[in-house]
């Protein structure tokens, strides 16, 4: 291979970002480790801890959880003080890391990271085949991970932020509503729509059976069972009309036929209804998402949404980073006339259809 008009510094560039990604990579299980065994919580709000102090907190071996605390020294997700030879949680990190409660806590989706090479031989052959590969045929740590990614932001915007951005949604719910959550996975943002407004009805539908029954168990957990129902329908047949609200969740891009989703969300919902389209973030323009919070929605694009839209019929794989006008192009052509942008987060577009 001919080196011959290499730039030597743009090269020295690249191979550190490629060796702070490794670093990254590496780090992704000891995360894991560190939330499964609680070294974070060990940490949290305990100040300067020696390795031996941590492994006493969480009650593991001392030489193990060392080596561990150099990594994430290393990485500065801890604070490393050489003359005491301890480590320092700092109260930010512990947010994301250590609080589960937290709108950032962050740990959840390396879980889904986990699964996805776990499914390396199912996703190689996605790609050379080009048929997909559906959402049920993950390890089941992706349906954990997705769920305990996404639930923070919902518990944190969803009832304070983006069901007040909707035209009189937030009255109507408070009223009583009907209310549909199309592709609800777990549960999770069916559970907390509940737990806000009692004198509303709603229900969950998913196309895999297992997340259904997972979802029913969430919402007896949360005591709202009795306003809440599961069924396994997909985004194309789902049950009942008249809905008051019809939500989805960081799913429309996943469908296989996104226009026919759209068209039968027309139908089923009430002439006064509205539509509620939660994707994630992006710009129109693909040059406009080359940042880091579009780099993890195109790596998850990759491997799971667009995969998961080309097994099904259809297949028109919208991605994850399809934006706000084709997201708008594709509502309007299911028959809504309006679609505006209600509110977003860093990571959120939030759209409102209205018939």
């Given amino acids: 291979m001919s080196v011959t008009g290499i730039d030597e510094a743009k090269l020295e560039a690249f191979m550190g970002q490629a060796v702070t990604d490794m670093g990254a990579i590496i780090s992704a299980p000891l995360m894991v480790i560190g939330e499964k065994l609680g070294l974070y919580k060990a940490m949290a709000h305990a100040g300067p801890l020696s390795s031996q102090e941590v492994a006493d907190r969480a009650g593991v071996a001392e030489r193990s959880v060392r080596e561990w605390l150099r990594n994430q020294a290393a990485g500065g997700y801890v604070e490393f003080d050489a003359a005491s030879d301890r480590y320092t949680l700092p109260d930010e990190q512990a947010m994301a890391l250590a609080d589960e409660d937290s709108p950032v806590y962050i740990l959840g989706v390396y879980d889904s ?59 109507k719910l408070e009223a009583g509503a009907e209310v549909a959550d199309i592709g609800c996975g777990h549960g999770a943002s069916t559970v907390i729509m509940a737990e806000a407004f009692p004198n509303s009805q709603f229900t969950g539908f998913d196309y895999h059976a297992g997340s259904i029954e997972q979802a029913r168990q969430r919402a007896e957990s949360a005591g709202v ?12 047949d789902y049950p009942g009309n008249g809905y008051d609200l019809v939500t989805v969740f960081d799913c429309l891009h996943d469908m296989g036929d996104p226009v026919g989703a759209s068209a039968h969300v027309h139908e089923t919902l009430a002439p006064d209804g509205t539509w509620m389209i939660v994707e994630p973030y992006a710009n129109d323009a693909v040059e406009e998402n080359l940042n880091p919070v579009g780099r993890v929605f195109y790596g998850a694009s990759t491997v799971i949404c667009t995969p998961a839209s080309l097994d099904q019929e259809v297949g028109l794989a919208l991605g994850a980073q399809a934006g706000e006008a084709r997201l708008a192009e594709v509502i309007k052509k299911g028959g809504f006339s309006s679609v505006t942008r209600a509110t977003e987060t860093p990571f959120n577009l939030v759209l409102e259809a209205r018939p």
């Fill in 113 to 171: 990271i986990a699964s996805l090479y776990a499914d390396e031989v199912k996703i190689l052959e996605a790609f050379k085949s080009g048929d997909g590969m559906g959402w049920h045929e993950h390890d089941p740590r992706l349906f954990h991970g997705t769920e305990r990614f996404f639930k923070p932001g919902y518990r944190a915007h969803l009832v304070e932020d983006w069901i007040p951005a909707l035209d009189g949604v937030k009255a």
């Fill in 225 to 236: 069972g009795d306003r809440v129902e599961f069924e396994t329908a997909s985004a194309a």
